[in-house]
Nanobody
Framework: QVQLVESGGGLVEAGGSLRLSCAAS????????MGWYRQAPGDQRELVAA???????NYANSVRGRFTIFRDNAKKTVLLHMANLKPEDTAVYYC????????????WGQGTQVTVSS
């Protein structure tokens, strides 16, 4: 069982930056892909960014060039650096892990709120 704990959300003005962190613990983590999803009120949960154990990344078109995902395998941590934030980035952001070549979530964090004011 993998436990994921997020941190780093908050309120920021449009154009600002935030960094989200997710720490994994427990058994079964090994070489899973990790990443971030987000869900705004009334919307479906969507993939934001993902990274494999070897470092291959994948981004949603809406965040490519603004968000960067990093991973520290020794520390079992994944970071999401978000720059040039827009009001439409406002959502609850969830850390996820699972899959190898592609992120297929089997474990979820509890979520952290990101609010971007205009």
């Amino acid at each position: 069982q993998v436990q994921l704990v997020e941190s780093g959300g908050g309120l920021v003005e449009a154009g600002g930056s935030l960094r989200l962190s997710c720490a994994a613990s427990g058994s079964g983590f090994k070489i899973d892909a990790m990443g971030w999803y987000r869900q705004a009120p009334g919307d479906q949960r969507e993939l934001v960014a993902a990274i494999t154990f070897s470092g291959t990344t994948n981004y949603a078109n809406s965040v490519r060039g603004r968000f960067t995902i990093f991973r520290d395998n020794a520390k079992k941590t994944v970071l999401l650096h978000m720059a040039n934030l827009k009001p439409e980035d406002t959502a609850v952001y969830y850390c996820a892990s699972g899959g190898i070549a592609t992120l297929i979530p089997r474990s979820w964090g509890q979520g952290t709120q990101v609010t971007v004011s205009s």
